[in-house]
């Protein structure tokens, strides 16, 4: 592996721990993810999982079961930087959790070139649609 590529592989772990950091702000009981979305080395957006702004911070209803307007982790950093100054064209996201499909099509639609992620999910229908729309897909668990 040559230098750059070690060096782009370290803030990958870096920046993916930063996202496990961000999950913890996460309400959710379940599952806590962490998203960030970086560009030219600088965090330009962030998120994690759960409800929309105004809505009360509880994420499971009675029976355990994540309620259907929970939204995840990916979702909140790319509205996030959508209502800034920034631009996402070219950026990657960190995540702490594979993307779902729903995630994925907003991953693409908004131009981020790679997705880096620590956690497989039992669905890989979100990573394939990545790969399938020529972004650069990068499993890397972290410790």
């Given amino acids: 592996m040559e230098l750059n590529n070690e060096k782009q592989l370290e803030l990958d772990r870096r920046y993916l721990r930063m996202a496990r950091i961000w999950a913890e702000n996460s309400y959710c009981v379940r599952r806590k993810v962490g998203a960030l979305i970086v560009k030219d080395k600088m965090i330009i957006s962030d998120g994690f999982n759960g ?9 499971e ?33 960190y995540i702490t959790a594979a993307p779902c499909i729903e995630c994925s099509k907003l991953i693409i639609q908004c131009n981020i070139a790679r997705v880096v992620y620590s956690e497989e999910y039992r669905l890989t229908d979100g990573v394939d649609l990545l790969r399938r729309a020529g972004i650069e897909v990068i499993y890397l668990p972290i410790d």
């Avoid at 409800?51 to 994420?59: I, R």
């Avoid at 029976?63 to 064209?89: C, D, Q, R």
């Fill in 51 to 59: 409800t929309p702004s105004g809505f009360e911070n509880v994420c």
């Fill in 61 to 93: 209803d009675d029976t355990g079961l994540t309620k259907p307007y929970v939204l995840h982790a990916e979702a909140n950093a790319i509205t996030k930087v959508a209502a800034s100054t920034n631009n996402s064209s070219g950026a990657t996201i």
